[in-house]
């Protein structure tokens, strides 16, 4: 099955807008990562895209050979964040994309289970982000954050563990933005819906089944997430810290039926 694509909304931005930038992109070797590293390459920012496999960042890399660079991490783990860090060169823009969790009853799961998803989707954003303005955008007095986080906020069924840390990130969003304005960061908190990427395609589910449900008729693709981030990291996004924009084809006010609640 193909992964859709949404070229009309890439097309609203000034070539070269973002020259002379340069953006840090987690999870950066498919879906709302890859697209994203592309549309800020196609603008001429220079990225850096992290993981924990190479191979998929390479692929990433490929479009770009000469804007587009690679590095490999566990963010989980501290001492390798700084060990990459340490290959950064600057940095104005920082997408916390990276993320994971599995399918479960909230009773049914462990805590090991529960802990292996917030260390990934709260731990890691938390101490990559302060980490990066310690490096770089305090001493600049400049830096855009961006934390990919999800919805519906209502609650969503079979996900309390993912649920509960990106919470925590669209909190620690707003006291970043409340803390650091004074340096000239800019932090927001960015919730899609579901997304169709080749991660999603592996549920086995039918996007004509699930996107129908919603009120947007369709699901969503990861270059309009793309889009989103890319306008909050642009001048146009400069007068915008400390909310959560939900992006989301309405999935936030329709009902749990879809997803087995």
Not at 23 to 52: E, H, K, N, P
Not at 81 to 95: I, N, T
Not at 234 to 251: E, H, K, L, N, R
Request: negative net charge; proline residues 6%; hydrophobic residues 45%.
């Amino acid at each position: 099955m193909t992964v859709p694509t949404s070229p009309a909304a890439l097309s609203v931005f000034a070539p070269g807008c973002l020259a002379g930038r340069h953006a840090l992109i987690t999870g950066g070797g498919s879906g709302i990562g890859q697209a994203t590293a592309w549309l800020l390459a196609d603008l001429g920012a220079s990225v850096t895209v992290v993981g924990r496999r190479p191979e998929p960042l390479a692929q990433t890399a490929e479009r770009h050979p000469d804007l587009i660079s690679t590095a490999t991490a566990d963010l989980r783990e501290p001492d390798q964040v700084d060990a990459m860090l340490e290959g950064v060169q600057a940095c104005d823009f920082l997408l916390n994309n990276a993320g994971g969790q599995f399918v479960a009853q909230a009773q049914d799961i462990s805590y090991n289970g529960f802990r292996a998803v917030t260390r990934l989707n709260l731990d890691a954003p938390w101490y990559l982000t302060t980490q990066v303005a310690n490096r770089f955008f305090i001493p600049a007095q400049y830096g855009k954050v961006v934390s990919i986080t999800m919805t519906p906020h209502r609650g969503m069924p079979l996900m309390a563990h993912s649920s509960a840390a990106r919470a925590g990130v669209e909190s620690l969003t707003r006291n970043w933005a409340a803390e650091w304005g004074r340096f000239g960061i800019r932090a927001v908190a960015l919730a899609p819906g579901i997304v169709h990427t080749e991660a999603w395609q592996r549920y086995g589910l039918s996007p004509e089944q699930v996107g129908g449900g919603l009120p947007a008729g369709r699901l969503q693709t990861a270059d309009e997430v793309a889009a989103m981030a890319t306008f909050l990291f642009s001048p146009a996004g400069d007068y915008i810290t400390g909310t959560t924009f939900t992006c989301d084809g309405g999935f936030d006010i329709t009902g749990p039926t879809m997803l087995g609640g």
